[in-house]
């Protein structure tokens, strides 16, 4: 039985397809990530799937309902943590998850159980009185990781849930996530463009980009599709010729290049790279620098898409930017 | 479909909220009673035709205070779902298991409130000033007037909330709708002394039945029997909230 079904979902904007055609599944408590550059349609999708936007077309089931005919039990069984904060800042902490609380029909013994409970998991009990307005960031992310949480959900939709946050904050998050996927038995599906949070947390990872999906499993089993370590060689002139070189060896299991790199694949690459430097130094071809690292999912991102993620966000904002300056010109 | 706890959850949070922005309530008080002590005290002597003789121009003015006051701060919280989608709450609330109705009705009952109790202030400091209750009954059926004056036009501030992407309109709508329908409603002076073409535009606004029924009720003058304002002020007030539950159930969330 899978906890999510979404089969061929389809989103258009005025003849712009920002989601096209995705299908996945996601099992009982399941921790999955999608992981894509900004602009690769995870917003979009967790929208439909929470039932804010509606499908264009396809199909999809949350916790056994479909959420075009059946809205109101889908939103009964999912939590959800938005991308942008979303409590009421002028209200304290234990306010907001009673608002929540209640939205959700539950009584008050219940109530004040599961709201001790919350703020004990995210460690926030001695700031339940403190106003949201003096939280800290990483406070109010919390705040709401345990807000979703609190009805119990069967599904938990956390959307690029540490962004803007620093580096120790995060991991505190991702922490509380892994927690709350193992001891509170829910479902959790997560949007991120931390190849960080997708690899650390998530057992399963669709790698997203232009909405579409174009890899899906595990985070290992995505890295072995590279084959070994990957060497990566600055080169300044001429790659192409040392890769008319490199192409009959048998060892080497991919090639490519990206900008001033060129990045293989193999095994037991440190074991390799003297013979590659003497190619390269027969064919007279300069080598600036030589990396060898074990595949990430950096580099996965990159062998599916020919980009990396942060050129890929770059483009984003350089897009966002003319946007507004357009705007502005009107 | 209606949903009583959601709405009792969504006046709740007005509640507190209300209760909370001490500043706010200030602040919004503080408009109206300027109006009142300097228009009030400027032109109180003054002979203003129209006016029956036997009322002073404060006493005639309290009522179109009152309304005034409902009218901004009624607005106001229809439109305050613009600041609650700016702040991302409105997706907290929209993702909750609860029917669009009751969202909307919830505000509505949120927003009469706080706008009724910023109107029997007014009521209660105009006190001070002279101004002179008939009686409980009065004082009682005024509150009700209140209750539908505040209805009607939180109703209108849903229907422009739902309409607008972000708060940039804002002052557009201030100056474009709300002072019209305010000095369209006959708050500072008699209508019978405007030109028939603008007296015929004032009498779409529902303000000017508004005001002119708690006048009647509170001053014992007024341009139609109260029972006229009241029909159709209790009209206004259901059409705007149907039309402002309509927008907002169409309007996008993301």
Same mark, same amino acid.
């Given at each position: 039985?899978f906890t999510?079904?979404?089969?061929?979902?389809?989103?258009?904007?005025?003849?712009?397809?920002?989601?096209?055609?995705?299908?996945?599944?996601?099992?009982?408590?399941?921790?999955?990530?999608?992981?894509?550059?900004?602009?690769?349609?995870?917003?979009?999708?967790?929208n439909?799937?929470?039932?804010?936007l509606?499908?264009?077309?396809?199909?999809?089931?949350?916790?056994?309902?479909?959420?075009?005919n059946?809205?109101?039990?889908?939103?009964?069984?999912?939590?959800?943590?938005?991308?942008?904060?979303?409590?009421?800042?002028?209200?304290?902490?234990?306010?907001?998850l009673?608002?929540?609380?209640?939205m959700?029909?539950?009584?008050?013994?219940?109530?004040?159980?599961?709201?001790?409970?919350?703020?004990?998991?995210?460690?926030?009990?001695?700031?339940?009185?403190?106003?949201?307005?003096?939280?800290s960031?990483?406070?109010?992310?919390?705040?709401?990781?345990?807000?979703?949480?609190?009805?119990?959900?069967?599904?938990?939709?956390?959307?690029?849930?540490?962004?803007?946050?620093?580096?120790?904050?995060?991991?505190h998050?991702?922490?509380?996530?892994?927690?709350l996927?193992?001891?509170?038995?829910?479902t959790?599906?997560?949007?991120t463009?931390?190849?960080?949070?997708?690899?650390?947390?998530?057992?399963?990872?669709?790698?997203?980009?232009?909405?579409?999906?174009?890899?899906?499993?595990?985070?290992?089993?995505?890295?072995?599709?590279?084959?070994?370590?990957?060497?990566?060689?600055?080169i300044?002139n001429?790659?192409?010729?040392?890769?008319?070189?490199?192409k009959?060896?048998?060892?080497?299991e991919?090639?490519?290049?990206h900008?001033?790199?060129?990045?293989?694949?193999?095994?037991?690459?440190?074991?390799r790279?003297p013979?590659?430097?003497?190619?390269?130094q027969?064919?007279?071809?300069d080598?600036?620098?030589?990396?060898?690292?074990?595949?990430?999912?950096?580099?996965?991102?990159?062998?599916?898409?020919?980009?990396?993620?942060?050129?890929?966000?770059?483009?984003?904002?350089?897009r966002?930017?003319?946007?507004?300056?357009?705007?502005?010109?009107? | 479909m209606?949903?009583?706890?959601?709405?009792?959850?969504l006046w709740?949070r007005?509640?507190?909220?209300?209760?909370? =922005?001490?500043?706010?309530?200030?602040? #919004?008080?503080t408009?109206? $009673?300027?109006? /009142?002590?300097f +228009?009030?005290? %400027? *032109?109180?002597?003054?002979?203003?035709?129209?006016?029956?003789?036997?009322?002073?121009?404060?006493?005639?003015?309290?009522?179109?205070?009152i309304?005034?006051?409902?009218?901004f701060?009624?607005?106001?919280?229809?439109?305050s779902?613009?600041?609650?989608?700016?702040?991302?709450?409105?997706?907290?609330?929209?993702v909750?298991?609860?029917?669009?109705?009751?969202?909307?009705?919830?505000?509505? =009952?949120?927003?009469?409130?706080?706008? #009724?109790?910023?109107?029997? $202030?007014?009521? /209660?400091?105009? +006190?001070?000033? %002279? *101004?002179?209750?008939?009686?409980?009954?009065?004082?009682?059926?005024?509150?009700?007037?209140?209750?539908?004056?505040s209805?009607?036009?939180?109703?209108l501030?849903?229907?422009?909330?739902?309409?607008?992407?972000?708060?940039?309109?804002?002052?557009?709508?201030?100056?474009?709708v709300?002072?019209?329908?305010?000095?369209?409603?006959?708050?500072?002076?008699?209508l019978?002394?405007?030109?028939?073409?603008?007296?015929?535009?004032?009498?779409?606004?529902?303000?000017?039945?508004?005001?002119?029924?708690?006048?009647?009720?509170?001053?014992g003058?007024?341009?139609?029997?109260?029972?006229l304002?009241?029909?159709?002020?209790?009209?206004?007030?259901?059409?705007?909230?149907?039309?402002?539950?309509?927008?907002?159930?169409?309007?996008?969330?993301?």
């Amino acid at each position: 039985m899978f906890t999510i079904k979404v089969e061929n979902l389809t989103k258009e904007f005025n003849g712009v397809r920002a989601v096209n055609s995705i299908s996945f599944n996601v099992n009982d408590v399941e921790l999955f990530g999608i992981l894509g550059p900004n602009g690769a349609g995870k917003t979009t999708t967790i929208n439909m799937l929470t039932t804010l936007l509606k499908p264009t077309s396809g199909y999809v089931e949350v916790a056994g309902y479909d959420i075009s005919n059946n809205k109101d039990e889908v939103r009964r069984h999912i939590g959800v943590v938005f991308q942008e904060p979303s409590l009421d800042i002028n209200l304290t902490g234990k306010e907001n998850l009673e608002f929540h609380a209640m939205m959700y029909k539950m009584d008050k013994d219940e109530r004040e159980k599961r709201i001790k409970e919350v703020l004990e998991l995210v460690e926030l009990t001695e700031k339940a009185d403190v106003i949201v307005e003096n939280y800290s960031g990483g406070m109010k992310r919390r705040l709401e990781l345990a807000r979703g949480f609190i009805h119990k959900p069967k599904v938990l939709f956390l959307d690029e849930p540490t962004l803007g946050l620093d580096t120790q904050t995060r991991r505190h998050i991702w922490d509380y996530i892994k927690k709350l996927n193992r001891e509170g038995n829910v479902t959790i599906i997560l949007t991120t463009h931390y190849m960080d949070e997708a690899d650390y947390l998530c057992d399963r990872v669709a790698i997203i980009d232009n909405g579409k999906i174009v890899a899906m499993d595990t985070s290992d089993k995505l890295k072995d599709v590279l084959g070994g370590d990957i060497v990566s060689l600055e080169i300044k002139n001429d790659i192409d010729s040392l890769m008319n070189h490199l192409k009959d060896l048998k060892w080497i299991e991919s090639m490519k290049k990206h900008n001033n790199n060129l990045n293989l694949t193999m095994e037991r690459g440190e074991k390799r790279i003297p013979e590659l430097v003497s190619i390269a130094q027969r064919i007279g071809v300069d080598i600036d620098s030589v990396n060898l690292h074990k595949p990430s999912l950096e580099d996965v991102f990159l062998y599916f898409t020919g980009k990396t993620i942060r050129e890929q966000d770059g483009n984003q904002r350089e897009r966002n930017r003319e946007i507004m300056r357009r705007r502005v010109k009107k | 479909m209606i949903d009583g706890i959601a709405i009792y959850v969504l006046w709740l949070r007005e509640m507190k909220r209300f209760l909370r =922005a001490k500043s706010r309530i200030v602040g #919004t008080l503080t408009l109206p $009673l300027l109006f /009142l002590a300097f +228009l009030g005290f %400027g *032109f109180n002597n003054m002979a203003i035709p129209g006016m029956q003789k036997n009322v002073n121009y404060i006493t005639f003015l309290v009522p179109g205070i009152i309304g005034m006051s409902m009218l901004f701060t009624s607005m106001f919280a229809g439109i305050s779902v613009l600041w609650d989608r700016e702040f991302g709450f409105l997706k907290e609330i929209m993702v909750a298991p609860v029917s669009r109705i009751s969202i909307v009705l919830g505000r509505i =009952a949120g927003g009469t409130t706080t706008a #009724t109790i910023q109107g029997i $202030l007014i009521l /209660l400091i105009s +006190l001070i000033i %002279g *101004f002179k209750i008939p009686g409980v009954m009065s004082f009682l059926l005024s509150v009700v007037f209140m209750v539908l004056i505040s209805a009607t036009f939180i109703g209108l501030g849903f229907i422009f909330a739902s309409n607008m992407k972000d708060t940039q309109g804002f002052s557009m709508i201030i100056n474009f709708v709300m002072f019209p329908l305010f000095f369209l409603s006959g708050a500072l002076f008699p209508l019978q002394n405007l030109p028939l073409w603008i007296r015929y535009i004032s009498y779409l606004d529902p303000l000017t039945y508004g005001v002119d029924g708690l006048r009647g009720i509170l001053v014992g003058v007024s341009s139609f029997p109260i029972i006229l304002d009241f029909v159709i002020l209790a009209g206004s007030s259901l059409v705007m909230v149907l039309l402002g539950a309509y927008s907002f159930e169409k309007s996008d969330v993301v």
